[in-house]
T-cell receptor, first 110, second 115 residues
Framework: GQNIDQPTEMTATEGAIVQINCTYQ??????LFWYQQHAGEAPTFLSY????GLEEKGRFSSFLSRSKGYSYLLLKELQMKDSASYLC???????????FGGGTRLMVKP | GAGVSQSPRYKVAKRGQDVALRCDPI?????LFWYQQALGQGPEFLTY????????KSGLPSDRFFAERPEGSVSTLKIQRTQQEDSAVYLC?????????????FGSGTQLSVL
C-alpha cells in the first residue's frame, strides 16, 4: 500500500523560512514531486526528486532521502503569495501515477 | 491549448442525477489522469488513460463512475445516480510521455456539489 504523511497546517511569518516535511511508505519508488495549490486553483509543479540530496530552485528547495522515506520542501524569504497548500506526491510502481499526501496548508502572516 | 481545460467549472446536481465532466488535455499529451479531491484533502487517483486506452481504473469508487477518452484527446468522467458523498473537486491532469517519469499538468477542476 501507499502511505504519505505531511502536516495538515503550518503558519509562518513573511520574510522567514519554513520547512514542510513529507514521509512516505510506498510499494516501489520512482521519484517524489512537490506541487503548490492555491485555493480553488490547479496544482502547479514545484519540484521533482529521484536521487538523494537537495535540489535548489530560486526561493524553493526540495530534499530527498530514499533510505529514510523522507522529503522536505524549504521555502525561503516567504511572501504573502506563498500562502497555499503544498502537496507531496510519490511515483510508485504504477507507471506515471502520482499518489498524493493530504497536503499542508501554509499560512503566511505579515 | 495552453493548458488543461475542464468544464464545467462548477456543477450542482440533485441526488440521483447523472453528470458528465469534461477534460481537454494539453494538445499532444499522451497520458491523462482523473483525480478526486475532497475539501482540505490531497487528490485521490481515479483512473488513467494512455491515448484512448484506459490502463488503470482501480481508483474509481463504484460502478457509478465511468470514464472514456474515445479519440485519445478529450476525456469525459461520468457519474451516474450521484450521491452526496460524490461532492468533491474532480481534477484532470495530462502529461506528454509514457514510459518515463513526467510531471503532470493539472486543470483547475470541476467542483461538484450534490444536494
Amino acid at each position: 500500500g501507499q502511505n504519505i504523511d505531511q502536516p495538515t497546517e503550518m503558519t509562518a511569518t513573511e520574510g522567514a523560512i519554513v520547512q514542510i516535511n513529507c514521509t512516505y511508505q510506498t510499494s516501489g519508488f520512482n521519484g517524489l514531486f512537490w506541487y503548490q495549490q492555491h485555493a480553488g486553483e490547479a496544482p502547479t509543479f514545484l519540484s521533482y526528486n529521484v536521487l538523494d540530496g537537495l535540489e535548489e530552485k530560486g526561493r524553493f528547495s526540495s530534499f530527498l532521502s530514499r533510505s529514510k522515506g523522507y522529503s522536505y520542501l524549504l521555502l525561503k524569504e516567504l511572501q504573502m503569495k506563498d500562502s497555499a497548500s503544498y502537496l507531496c506526491a510519490v511515483v510508485g510502481d504504477a507507471g506515471n501515477m502520482l499518489t498524493f499526501g493530504g497536503g499542508t496548508r501554509l499560512m503566511v502572516k505579515p | 491549448g495552453a493548458g488543461v481545460s475542464q468544464s464545467p467549472r462548477y456543477k450542482v446536481a440533485k441526488r440521483g442525477q447523472d453528470v458528465a465532466l469534461r477534460c481537454d488535455p494539453i494538445s499532444g499529451h499522451v497520458s491523462l489522469f482523473w483525480y478526486q479531491q475532497a475539501l482540505g484533502q490531497g487528490p485521490e487517483f481515479l483512473t488513467y488513460f494512455q491515448n484512448e486506452a484506459q490502463l488503470d481504473k482501480s481508483g474509481l469508487p463504484s460502478d457509478r463512475f465511468f470514464a472514456e477518452r474515445p479519440e485519445g484527446s478529450v476525456s469525459t468522467l461520468k457519474i451516474q445516480r450521484t450521491q452526496q458523498e460524490d461532492s468533491a473537486v474532480y481534477l484532470c491532469a495530462s502529461s506528454l510521455v509514457t514510459g518515463g517519469i513526467e510531471k503532470l499538468f493539472f486543470g483547475s477542476g470541476t467542483q461538484l456539489s450534490v444536494l
